[in-house]
């Protein structure tokens, strides 16, 4: 039987592309170029009003300082914003990001400051590396919880995590009080993420942001180039396929959420060195601005599409935003505004390009 | 009819039982499938065909009975356990990662590394292998019209999709291929080119269990019919001394055929 049957008319209509097929086509490949375009944008725009209009203060937009301050700006969503990509590829969802990052720094912190006499955890005495490997330890296990209870009782992420978000935030007041620990108090390493350092003039760049730009680039090689993260999306995207084919869909799924918690643990340590204190209300929105930056990165909250790389600029997105219209000397109910507008076009373009076909 | 044979059955079940809470799926079903045979498994809607494969290939187990390979008793527990002894299966909902491209899906689940620290160390998968071989097996088998094999599954048309689980599993040294309903969903040109697919697989020495509600498509390809009534076989018989007429009526009780009168015994 021959391969290339004739093509009928009735094919040759069907196969007709129209501009709008082709872009949905080529975002369908690469969701991450249509966050990439509105940063460009956004780029752009702030920099011509700064530099050619003179608005506001944004002529400092494009000057060095301000780029690495919103570069370094990024650390604490983009890193977390690593685990939540990886869990959204799976469909599921994590609530509870915030507050294991805050129990895991909160750990690190009381470990390191508090001597055995009146120490709540007094495992670690006073040194700041076994504390910190241990507040790494304690986000990783709490995002094992996470796992536990969505794999073992087949509970929804979404309710989980809803749960977990607030046993983790009691459990930092319970045993920590809602003292904040400043930088003074603590031993120097604790707070090494937020190091900077001149590589060239004006620039200046934090050991968090090379840490946070390294998760990336690893987990990036992780879920495009081993078969752990082939999983990932697979699960993701089809878990009853997953199975058919030969996955350990539930050993997928909590590994994922083990995956989560170490990063959370890693990005609590970079939230300190940021902050230059560990204060247990730090961040209480953080859970909904890391799902924007994943959602408006292009990935899919329907789990199995999308691209770490598309998180980073959608990370950058909202900072470029938050930067931009203060400096324009508008008002923070614009940025809010600005995002929820990006976060709905980011679902309306993805349930769009979901709908491609040959 | 009958005679006796000392070829021995690829796969075989004996008194297979399998309830879903109150629901009997499979009644003490026998069932046997010879090398380098197509064997269609017909039956009416819910008559245990889907629970029955899907005991042979690992996705369920058996409430009770034997399973045999090669003569070999064996108790799959999960589909990688079916496929460790060269039972391969392309399900009625169709097994694929939509947004996945065609090579990932033919690897799923069995990943290829490269070879060195690379792959021991970094665990990096050999894409270009993965890629390579996947060309070569969907063009050995005829069905390489897709553009590109890096294309995601969901672009692909029903026909290609298809053709792209049934090489998924005509590849990797399977030696017995379970295909539940493959041509359900697509047109006439698409199901010819999936039965051609069969015969090929046929042909080059593969067992197959063909599920189909498809009477000429039975007919067409298969050497023998294995007919399932009520989670029970109810008669094995072949298209040639048997019409289509007869099947059906075999598949709704009207009609019954006494052992001496079946096929139970391997044809090819
Ligand atoms: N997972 C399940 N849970 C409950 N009942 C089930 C399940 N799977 C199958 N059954 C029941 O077992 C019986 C046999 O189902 P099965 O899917 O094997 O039928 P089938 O012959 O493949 O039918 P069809 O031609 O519709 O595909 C049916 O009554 C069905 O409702
Ligand atoms: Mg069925």
Redesign the pocket.
């Known amino acids: 039987m021959s391969q290339t049957a004739p093509t009928t008319a009735a094919e040759e209509f069907a196969s007709r592309v129209t501009p709008m097929q082709r872009v949905q086509h080529v975002l369908h490949r690469y969701p991450w170029v249509s966050p990439l375009v509105v940063l460009a944008i956004l780029i752009i725009v702030f920099a011509f009003l700064g530099l050619v209009m003179d608005v506001g203060a944004l002529d400092n937009f494009a000057k060095p300082g301000t780029i690495s301050l919103m570069l370094q700006q990024t650390v604490i969503i983009g890193t977390l914003a690593i685990a939540q990509t990886i869990v959204i590829l799976t469909a599921g969802i994590d609530l509870s990001i915030g507050a294991i990052m805050v129990f895991s720094q909160m750990v690190m912190a009381n470990l390191a400051v508090y001597t055995t006499a009146s120490n709540v955890l007094p495992i670690a005495g006073q040194n700041p590396i076994l504390a910190v490997i241990l507040g790494i330890i304690v986000g990783t296990l709490a995002g094992g919880v996470n796992g536990f209870l969505i794999v073992r009782f087949n509970l929804p992420p979404f309710i989980v995590t809803l749960g977990t978000l607030s046993i983790f935030t009691a459990l930092t007041l319970i045993l920590f009080k809602a003292r904040t620990i400043q930088g003074k108090e603590y031993p120097e390493f604790l707070g090494i993420m937020g190091k900077d350092f001149q590589p060239f003039g004006g620039f200046s760049v934090t050991v968090g942001l090379i840490v946070m730009i390294a998760l990336y680039i690893i987990f990036a090689y992780i879920l495009r180039g081993t078969a752990w993260g082939t999983h990932v999306y697979a699960v993701g995207d089809d878990p009853v396929a997953s199975e058919l084919s030969g996955i350990n869909v539930k050993r997928v799924l909590f590994s994922v959420y083990l995956v989560a918690g170490f990063i959370i643990g890693i990005a609590a340590w970079i939230t300190i060195g940021r902050l230059g204190s560990a204060s247990p209300n730090v961040a209480p929105e953080i859970n909904l601005e890391t799902i924007t930056a994943v959602v408006i990165g292009g990935t899919s909250l329907f789990g199995g599409r999308g691209r770490l790389i598309g998180t980073f600029i959608g990370t950058l997105i909202i900072i470029v935003l938050d930067f931009g219209l203060s400096l324009a000397g508008l008002d923070q109910a614009y940025r809010v505004l600005a995002i929820g507008i990006l976060v709905i076009a980011a679902v309306a373009v993805d349930q769009w390009i979901r709908k491609v076909r040959a | 009819m009958t005679t006796t044979t000392d070829i021995q059955p690829i796969v075989q079940g004996k008194a297979l039982n399998k309830s879903?809470?109150r629901?009997?799926?499979?009644n003490e079903c026998d069932f046997e499938l010879y090398p380098g045979e197509v064997l269609a498994v017909v039956?009416?809607?819910?008559?245990?065909?889907?629970?029955?494969i899907?005991c042979l290939s690992g996705a369920l187990v058996p409430d009770s009975g034997e399973m045999f390979i090669n003569g070999e008793q064996v108790s799959f527990k999960t589909t990688h356990d079916a496929r460790s002894k060269g039972v391969e299966t392309v399900y009625?909902t169709l097994a694929v990662a939509p947004a996945l491209d065609i090579s990932e899906n033919l690897y799923l689940g069995r990943e290829v590394r490269k070879k060195g620290i690379l792959g021991k160390l970094f665990r990096s998968l050999d894409k270009k292998h993965m890629r390579e071989t996947s060309t070569k097996s969907l063009s050995e088998l005829g069905v390489l019209t897709v553009q590109s094999i890096t294309q995601p599954v969901e672009t692909l048309s029903g026909g290609q999709r298809q053709a792209v689980a049934v090489s998924r599993a005509g590849t990797f040294g399977s030696k017995v291929v379970i295909l539940?309903?493959p041509t359900a969903a697509l047109g006439v040109n698409e199901s010819a080119r999936v039965l051609k697919l069969i015969k090929d697989l046929r042909d080059r020495g593969m067992s197959i269990i063909l599920?189909s509600?498809n009477m000429p498509q039975v007919f067409d390809v298969a050497d023998r019919i294995h007919i399932?009534r009520l989670?029970r076989r109810a008669a094995v018989v072949t298209p040639e001394a048997r019409t289509m007429n007869d099947v059906v009526a075999i598949m709704t009780g009207a009609l019954t055929i006494p052992v001496e009168d079946q096929q139970l015994a391997p044809v090819r």
């Open positions: 879903f809470g629901v009997i799926g499979l039956g009416d809607n819910g008559a245990g065909k889907s629970t029955l899907k009625q539940d309903e599920i509600h399932q989670g």
